[in-house]
């Protein structure tokens, strides 16, 4: 709609539809070139190459679009995720009775849209690694002294975590010679994990080829090191999930309305309901972390030696009591497709989420088990354990910010808003799957 109006009038509806509040001056500016970093197009076609290949995983059987996929808004369309050793993608991923993981994934595997914006500076759902320009490598990350340099990006650092990860891509010790490395400790220098990696890339001369064309210096003889495969990942995850191409950036560019019921609810997130108060900026996030009471499940963040099923988020990585339970604020870019939604993928129903999201720390009580998508996974943590102990439901609700509620109507509006955050073009993906990849493996379709 909208086409035949000139802009002034245009404006003007966005603010008429919107109630007449403050509405058209509440919204962010749109997102520009200028809010990326540059992009070497010889880094990214690589980079695809990488990311759908399960070379760089110990037993080469999970790449990292396993968890990551496009058939699933670049999540794995679970609430916690089944890592290395499982079979099949989506809600369909299953265990078989060789190769048992030893548990489910603890959080939800994230939906990876726009992280090529420099705004974004810190990852993961409890922000432990950060942009921090007083360390030599720019970052602050649990590696801590360990931390190489070389990193292009922190998007590039992230790679270093689930390649380490017996659980999510390195397999279980004594199986390949990454997870043993892993496991003695030696993740940098020549007998480290990463460079047993680099040198099995190495070893594919399509590879090698493609490394010596996106790097000078590799074309000059320097060998391949783990940074120069991450750097190349991340360049491919800027450019193949930027997303600014929604029916909402058209309003925001001032080329389109919302629709009615979108606009209510767009009224709703940008006032009364104080969506925007965390989900604020183009990319809908503060960059800060929250107790939002949000259901916990599965086997929790715990150390292999500890029996809990908690995970104290944020507190985990600044040990400041008013962190406990509090988790990042994710963008909402394309959230209609990204569910199950939460830290720990809790709801399975977008409108179910919004519903009880408002209400904060007061949903624990009358949590519905049947909204979170959990393969079976036998001989491993009971994944109700936490919920199924008051005194932990209760230290959750009572860290949770003030509650609110929503009418059954408001939360159809916020949803319709939250469905103008779909953008076909990254949906899609701008490359899309590669046909093969150089390893030969097999790619996750
Ligand atoms: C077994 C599933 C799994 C695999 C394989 C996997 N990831 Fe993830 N990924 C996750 C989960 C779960 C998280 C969230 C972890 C957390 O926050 O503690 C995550 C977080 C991320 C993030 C941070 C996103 C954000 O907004 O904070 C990025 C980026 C990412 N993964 C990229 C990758 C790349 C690149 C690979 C391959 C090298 C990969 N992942 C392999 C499950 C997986
Ligand atoms: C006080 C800050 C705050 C407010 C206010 C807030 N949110 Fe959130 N939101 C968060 C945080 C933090 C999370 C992640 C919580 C978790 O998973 O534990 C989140 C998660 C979400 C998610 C799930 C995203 C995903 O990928 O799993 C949606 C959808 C969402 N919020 C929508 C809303 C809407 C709609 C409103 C207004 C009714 C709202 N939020 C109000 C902080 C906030």
């Given amino acids: 709609m909208g086409t035949f109006v000139g802009k ?45 290949d399960p070379i760089l995983s110990g037993n080469r059987n999970i790449s990292c679009a396993t968890c990551h ?15 290395e050793g499982a079979v099949g993608l989506g809600p369909d991923r299953h265990v078989t009775e060789t190769n048992l993981p030893e548990q489910r994934i603890p959080r939800n595997a994230p939906a990876l849209f726009n992280l090529g914006a420099t705004s974004f500076k810190v990852l993961f759902h ?50 390949n010679e990454i997870s043993k490395a892993v496991r003695e400790g030696f993740i ?50 800027a450019f193949e999930w930027r997303s600014d191409d929604s029916a909402f950036d058209a309003v925001l560019r001032k080329q389109a309305l919302f629709q009615p019921e979108a606009a209510k609810g767009a009224d709703l997130f940008y006032g009364v309901a104080g969506c925007a108060t965390c989900h604020s900026g183009p990319f809908l996030t503060d960059h800060s972390f929250h107790a939002m009471g949000e259901p916990q499940l599965g086997p929790g963040k715990a150390e292999r030696f500890e029996r809990h099923s908690r995970d104290e988020g944020r507190y985990r990585v600044t040990n400041t009591p008013a ?27 977008l409108a179910a989420f919004v519903a009880d999201h408002a209400r904060s720390g007061a949903q624990l009580a009358d ?30 609700r009572a860290a949770a910010v003030a509650p609110g509620t929503l009418t059954p109507d408001q939360v159809a509006q916020i949803v319709a808003f939250l ?27």
Avoid: C
Avoid at 15 to 37: C, V
Avoid at 203 to 231: L, V
Avoid at 323 to 349: C, E, M, Y
């Fill in 188 to 237: 940098t220098g020549p007998d480290g994990a990463w460079a047993l990696i680099s040198a099995r890339v190495a070893g594919i001369p399509a590879y090698q080829a493609a490394f010596e064309q996106a790097y000078p210096e590799i074309a000059a003889g320097r060998p391949i090191a783990f940074t120069d495969i991450s750097n190349a990942i991340a360049q491919f995850v």
């Fill in 323 to 349: 962190d406990i339970f509090a988790f990042r604020t994710p963008s909402l870019r394309n959230v209609a497709q990204t569910g199950p939604w939460g830290h720990a993928g809790s709801h399975k129903d």
């Fill in 69 to 83: 996929h496009p058939r699933f808004g670049t999540g794995d369309g679970l609430s916690l995720g089944l890592g």
């Fill in 126 to 175: 409890d922000g432990r690694i950060e942009v921090d320009p007083t360390r030599p490598s720019g970052l602050r990350t649990p590696m801590e002294e360990d931390m190489v340099t070389g990193f292009a990006s922190i998007l590039s650092a992230q790679t270093m975590f689930p390649v380490l990860s017996p659980d999510e891509m390195a397999g279980h010790y004594n199986e």
């Fill in 8 to 52: 002034p009038l245009k404006q003007a509806l966005v603010w008429l539809l919107s109630g007449g509040t403050a509405l058209a001056a509440d919204l962010p500016a749109p997102i520009t070139d200028a809010d990326f970093g540059a992009l070497s197009m010889a880094e990214v076609r690589l980079g695809r190459d990488l990311f759908y």
């Fill in 367 to 396: 949590y519905d088990r049947t909204q979170a998508v959990l393969p079976a996974l036998p001989q491993t943590k009971p994944d109700w354990t936490l919920l199924d102990t008051p005194a932990e439901v209760a230290a959750i």
């Fill in 419 to 445: 469905q103008t955050l779909s953008d076909p073009v990254a949906l899609k993906g701008r490359f899309g799957l590669p046909d093969t990849v150089p390893s030969g493996l097999a790619v996750d379709r």
